[in-house]
């Protein structure tokens, strides 16, 4: 038996397997596309106020006034939720949230964070912001985790300053 340059060792030409307009592209264009595509039925969704709404339920008018403002400042919020309605990262108000939920404190859904005053929602942001700068161990992250944890920090510096001038 003769193999010729035009088959594969199974016996299937090449040219069959892979037709040479046919090789796949990465494109920015699709690969935005694709991400709206993600839930299109979300497309209006305001992610920075169903973050509140989340982890503080009962807070006061004037400290979901400075959490929108400090999102829109800084373009992320204090759960990491991402414009799509994805998570960027697990931030520190996620993990208060988390915790809570774990001790079965609260509603599943909407565990109450920032409490009902500005003094307790000033007190999480400081406790979410001390636990981001002293982490209890070191765990290697991403370069994109990195970057989330410092639009993070940035939100609750921004978040905090508006809480204290009220």
């Not at 007190?123 to 765990?139: C, F, G, I, S």
């Not at 905090?160 to 009220?166: G, I, P, V």
Request: hydrophobic fraction near 35%; charge should be negative.
């Amino acid at each position: 038996m003769q193999i010729n340059s035009n088959y594969s060792m199974n016996g299937v030409p090449y040219e069959n397997r892979r037709r040479p307009n046919d090789i796949p592209q990465f494109s920015t264009e699709r690969a935005k596309q694709e991400n709206k595509n993600i839930n299109p039925y979300m497309e209006d969704t305001d992610f920075n106020k169903k973050a509140f709404d989340m982890i503080g339920p009962n807070a006061p008018q004037d400290v979901k006034d400075a959490w929108m403002e400090a999102a829109k400042e800084v373009n992320a919020n204090g759960l990491g939720i991402k414009k799509n309605g994805m998570l960027s990262h697990i931030s520190q108000m996620m993990i208060q949230r988390l915790n809570n939920q774990m001790k079965g404190e609260g509603n599943v859904d909407n565990i109450d964070i920032l409490g009902n005053t500005t003094e307790s929602a000033i007190q999480a942001t400081k406790q979410a912001l001390y636990n981001l700068d002293h982490p209890l161990e070191y765990v290697p992250k991403s370069i994109e985790v990195q970057r989330a944890c410092m639009k993070e920090r940035e939100f609750y510096v921004a978040f905090l300053e508006r809480l204290e001038k009220l």
